[in-house]
Nanobody, 126 residues
Framework: QVQLQESGPGLVKPSQTLSLTCTVS??????????WNWIRQPPGKGLEWIGYIDYSGSTYYSPSLKSRTSISRDTSKNQFTLQLSSVTPEDTAVYYC??????????????????WGQGTQVTVSS
């Protein structure tokens, strides 16, 4: 059974960089051919895909967030990390990590993901 767990600060100040880590257990993030994703849900809105890092370490980001997003991994810890720079209150959301067995669509279809973390609330406020 694969499990994903998000961790990181729950409060970030505007203009700072949001950093979250997803720790994976029950399976390796280097196993062919899985895609390890970050997804968020702002209050009162739908799910928004942020980007992924795949089994080989390649990354792909949402065009709308690409300029501010970086996803990296630590294979020794079986973790992958999201960094979102220059945050504003509009980045306030519940952030999820999730695994997809195929490259996911930019529009989030939950059927494309087989395992999710429980989500972590991040609030951007001074």
């Amino acid at each position: 059974q694969v499990q994903l767990q998000e961790s990181g600060p729950g409060l970030v100040k505007p203009s700072q960089t949001l950093s979250l880590t997803c720790t994976v257990s029950g399976g390796s993030i280097t196993t062919n051919y899985y895609y390890w994703n970050w997804i968020r849900q702002p209050p009162g809105k739908g799910l928004e895909w942020i980007g992924y890092i795949d089994y080989s370490g390649s990354t792909y980001y949402s065009p709308s967030l690409k300029s501010r997003t970086s996803i990296s991994r630590d294979t020794s810890k079986n973790q992958f990390t999201l960094q979102l720079s220059s945050v504003t209150p509009e980045d306030t959301a519940v952030y999820y990590c999730a695994r997809a067995p195929l490259p996911p669509d930019v529009e989030v279809l939950t059927t494309q993901y087989d395992y999710w973390g429980q989500g972590t609330q991040v609030t951007v406020s001074s």
